[in-house]
């Protein structure tokens, strides 16, 4: 089945610097990777997301690369601001079943 | 999207008791999905609910402990028997509305603890 790593564990950044969290997937068969953050007592949110096809997506302040042949994807998050500060979990499709795989997670923390 | 609730938001329990974990979503979705979140862990899959028959269970999970409903297309619950310490986590249900499309949105989540 599908294996995800994801570094580093934790993060911490100053203010209006960028932020990248890798992952690496095990599962050539992968063709979806979303990336979640969870604040303190909330459920994981769905901030952006990528499928095989594409090399790299952006929303605003965060994008998201994808390297198919390396098996690798990061999220990139420029001008970090305090509230960014959060848990953020990376995620693979396993093939059979509709299920991700997620990553051990990463804490970033901003600071002011 | 779509919009969920879960309850109760949080709750204490005795070992050996059982707990009923309830998930409503605003509109109808194919696929729902149950997850464990241990302390400072990230998210472990435990069931893909399936409406109209039983639950699909992970390795390691088994129904005994974790039995699933899904009597609609709108809600599901989760019970957690037999409850022990090792028990204590977040317990969160997921949607992927579109169905068999991955994208999936998570609950607010239920804190449980066991002494």
């Known amino acids: 089945g599908e294996n995800v790593e994801q570094h580093p564990s934790t993060l911490s950044v100053q203010e209006g610097d960028s932020a990248v969290i890798k992952c690496t997937y095990s599962?050539?068969?992968?063709?979806?990777f979303p990336w979640y953050k969870q604040e303190l007592g909330k459920g994981p949110q769905l901030i952006i997301d990528?499928?095989?096809?594409?090399g790299e997506k952006k929303d605003q302040r965060i994008a998201v690369t994808l390297n198919k042949t390396a098996k690798h994807f990061s999220l990139h998050i420029t001008e970090t601001q305090p509230e960014d500060s959060a848990v953020y979990f990376c995620?693979?499709?396993?093939?059979?079943?509709?299920?991700?795989?997620f990553g051990a997670g990463t804490i970033l923390r901003v600071k002011s | 999207s779509a919009v969920i609730s879960q309850k109760p938001s949080r709750d204490i329990c005795q070992r050996g008791t059982s707990l009923t974990i309830q998930c409503q979503v605003d509109?109808?979705?194919?696929?729902m999905f149950w997850y464990r979140q241990q302390p400072g862990q990230s998210l472990t899959l435990i069931a893909t609910a399936n409406q109209g028959s039983e639950a699909t269970y992970e390795s390691g999970f088994v129904i005994d402990k974790f039995p699933i409903s899904r009597p609609n297309l709108t809600f599901s619950t989760l019970t957690v028997s037999n409850l022990s310490p090792e028990d204590s986590s977040i317990y969160l249900c997921?949607?992927?509305?579109?169905?068999?499309?991955?994208?999936?949105?998570f609950g607010p989540g239920t804190r449980l603890t066991v002494t």
């Open positions: 990528i499928r095989s096809n594409v």
């Open positions: 997921s949607v992927d509305p579109q169905g068999l499309d991955y994208e999936q949105y």
């Open positions: 509109s109808q979705v194919t696929m």
């Open positions: 599962d050539s068969a992968s063709n979806y």
């Open positions: 995620a693979a499709s396993e093939e059979y079943g509709n299920k991700l795989v």
